[in-house]
């Protein structure tokens, strides 16, 4: 059973920086496509990033060109390193992994807070 485990959340002020990590166990993560989403209060889980097993990596418009999808197989861990936050970028950020889509495991949650 794949278990994923985040962390690194928490409060911040507009333009700081955060890194998100999600470890990994169960199954090597390098064998499953990995991704981030985030569900903000009031509003549907909606997707951030993904990496796949290859290496490619898609963002959501929202993200792109301020938050970079990364993983680490050695450490089985997938990272979310997110720049120049911005308060609509608060919510609970989600780990999940899958065969061939990010959508069969997923973690806890790690909540993250922007401050204007």
């Known amino acids: 059973q794949v278990q994923l485990v985040e962390s690194g959340g928490g409060l911040v002020q507009a333009g700081d920086s955060l890194r998100l990590s999600c470890a990994v166990s169960?199954?090597?993560?390098?064998?499953?496509?990995m991704g981030w989403f985030r569900q903000a209060p009031g509003k549907e889980r909606e997707f951030v990033a993904t990496i796949t097993w290859s290496g490619s990596t898609f963002y959501a418009n929202s993200v792109k060109g301020r938050f970079t999808i990364s993983r680490d197989n050695a450490k089985n861990t997938v990272y979310l390193q997110m720049n120049s936050l911005k308060p609509e970028d608060t919510a609970v950020y989600y780990c999940?992994?899958?065969?061939?889509?990010?959508?069969?495991?997923w973690g806890q949650g790690t909540q993250v807070t922007v401050s204007s």
């Open positions: 169960g199954r090597t993560s390098s064998s499953l496509a």
């Open positions: 999940a992994a899958g065969p061939q889509t990010p959508r069969n495991y």
